[in-house]
């Protein structure tokens, strides 16, 4: 993959400075010389779905000991590349040390790059949850529409490494999972049928994609699930579907050997349930951990359970007055190197 020169400034004081890093530039991946005329490739990291060449090598180190948001859209310290026809806010070190928590959100999906080691020993998120900003890079616009649901009928669940659900009362499945070519969130739901105000279908989860020269080591957790969908209410007529749960988002892992005994999930989100005359449905939930799914909220049909474990397909709402909303499907661990992570992974991850 080609990447185009770029300029990195220092960051500047404040919440940023802890991801501030020297001034560097990132070469050519492809070989030839740099802009100063010497010989680039010589640091690049990398060749998955991103190789990352900065040159010189930085000597900065990134050591997060309290909590931090990171918003990919306004990080003063994001170089921006393409990974296919993605855009994506790539941040390098020396090394790279989480020992806090990490949310991450905003409109590219994170990389972060370590010239030796990354180690993650608290909670890296970029999950989607009902109500809040979704995590980084989710819903691209790369995501298929799917059909729209008539009448009562449950929205489908959001696709990705995995297919969403279909909704209650003769409602659609999600689009066909993608081939993973490049660095991208999950996609959403669907909306459900037959409601006045409109419910909000489950965001997709984010995507990270984590490079290392020698290993990356996960003794905390590494979370891009997606959210739970909303539920229906205003119903016109007899009742009105619940929206679909979203799929799961990306998490890439991409070093000669990926070890710890932490936890890297992206499960998909739970459908709402849908709601009838008498029965307000409930909005469908997020998973918790690696081996627990989201669950899909109650009504007059209940919303279907997102993803889990090899299960990569999102559940289908059930029939009632509304239709349930489908869970989501599942989303994509990547994974580049030897990998012995043992504390719970989900999905299964695909090697390449």
């Given at each position: 993959?080609?990447?185009?020169?770029?300029?990195?400034?220092?960051?500047?004081?404040?919440?940023?400075?802890?991801?501030?890093?020297?001034?560097?530039?990132?070469?050519?991946?492809?070989?030839?010389?740099?802009?100063?005329?010497?010989?680039?490739?010589?640091?690049?990291?990398?060749?998955?779905l991103l190789q990352v060449c900065p040159d010189p090598a930085p000597t900065s180190q990134?050591?997060?000991?309290?909590?931090?948001?990171?918003?990919?859209?306004?990080?003063?310290?994001?170089?921006?590349?393409?990974?296919?026809?993605?855009?994506?806010?790539?941040?390098?070190?020396?090394?790279?040390?989480?020992?806090?928590?990490?949310?991450?959100?905003?409109?590219?999906?994170?990389?972060?790059?370590?010239?030796?080691?990354?180690?993650?020993?608290?909670?890296?998120?970029?999950?989607?949850?009902?109500?809040?900003?979704?995590?980084?890079?989710?819903?691209?616009?790369?995501?298929?529409?799917?059909?729209?649901?008539?009448?009562?009928?449950?929205?489908?669940?959001?696709?990705?490494?995995?297919?969403?659900?279909?909704?209650?009362?003769?409602?659609?499945?999600?689009?066909?999972?993608?081939?993973?070519?490049?660095?991208?969130?999950?996609?959403?739901?669907?909306?459900?049928?037959?409601?006045?105000?409109?419910?909000?279908?489950?965001?997709?989860?984010?995507?990270?994609?984590?490079?290392?020269?020698?290993?990356?080591?996960?003794?905390?957790?590494?979370?891009?699930?997606?959210?739970?969908?909303?539920?229906?209410?205003?119903?016109?007529?007899?009742?009105?579907?619940?929206?679909?749960?979203?799929?799961?988002?990306?998490?890439?892992?991409?070093?000669?050997?990926?070890?710890?005994?932490?936890?890297?999930?992206?499960?998909?989100?739970?459908?709402?349930?849908?709601?009838?005359?008498?029965?307000?449905?409930?909005?469908?939930?997020?998973?918790?951990?690696?081996?627990?799914?989201?669950?899909?909220?109650?009504?007059?049909?209940?919303?279907?359970?997102?993803?889990?474990?090899?299960?990569?397909?999102?559940?289908?709402?059930?029939?009632?007055?509304?239709?349930?909303?489908?869970?989501?499907?599942?989303?994509?661990?990547?994974?580049?190197?030897?990998?012995?992570?043992?504390?719970?992974?989900?999905?299964?991850?695909?090697?390449?």
């Amino acid at each position: 993959m080609r990447v185009a020169l770029a300029l990195i400034a220092a960051a500047s004081a404040g919440c940023s400075s802890l991801l501030g890093i020297d001034n560097l530039h990132l070469a050519d991946a492809m070989g030839g010389t740099d802009a100063s005329g010497d010989a680039a490739g010589v640091n690049c990291i990398g060749g998955g779905l991103l190789q990352v060449c900065p040159d010189p090598a930085p000597t900065s180190q990134l050591a997060i000991t309290q909590s931090q948001e990171i918003d990919t859209g306004t990080e003063p310290s994001c170089v921006r590349m393409m990974s296919g026809g993605t855009e994506v806010c790539v941040i390098v070190h020396a090394s790279i040390d989480l020992g806090a928590p990490v949310r991450v959100l905003g409109p590219r999906p994170l990389v972060l790059a370590s010239m030796s080691s990354i180690t993650i020993k608290n909670l890296l998120d970029v999950s989607s949850v009902l109500g809040k900003p979704p995590g980084a890079g989710a819903d691209p616009t790369s995501c298929l529409a799917g059909a729209t649901p008539t009448g009562s009928e449950g929205g489908h669940g959001g696709s990705f490494g995995g297919v969403g659900g279909k909704g209650g009362n003769g409602g659609l499945p999600g689009p066909a999972p993608v081939q993973i070519t490049e660095i991208r969130g999950g996609c959403a739901g669907g909306r459900g049928g037959g409601s006045v105000l409109q419910q909000q279908p489950g965001p997709g989860g984010g995507a990270v994609y984590l490079i290392a020269k020698d290993r990356i080591v996960v003794e905390g957790v590494i979370n891009a699930s997606g959210a739970g969908g909303d539920a229906g209410s205003g119903c016109n007529g007899n009742g009105c579907g619940g929206a679909g749960g979203g799929a799961g988002g990306l998490i890439g892992l991409d070093a000669p050997m990926i070890m710890g005994a932490g936890i890297i999930f992206a499960n998909g989100g739970g459908g709402a349930g849908g709601s009838g005359m008498l029965v307000q449905g409930s909005p469908g939930s997020e998973s918790p951990d690696a081996k627990s799914e989201a669950l899909g909220g109650n009504g007059s049909g209940a919303g279907g359970n997102g993803s889990v474990g090899n299960l990569l397909d999102g559940q289908p709402g059930k029939d009632g007055q509304g239709g349930g909303g489908g869970g989501g499907g599942a989303g994509v661990i990547y994974v580049r190197g030897t990998f012995t992570v043992s504390g719970g992974v989900s999905p299964l991850p695909a090697q390449r």
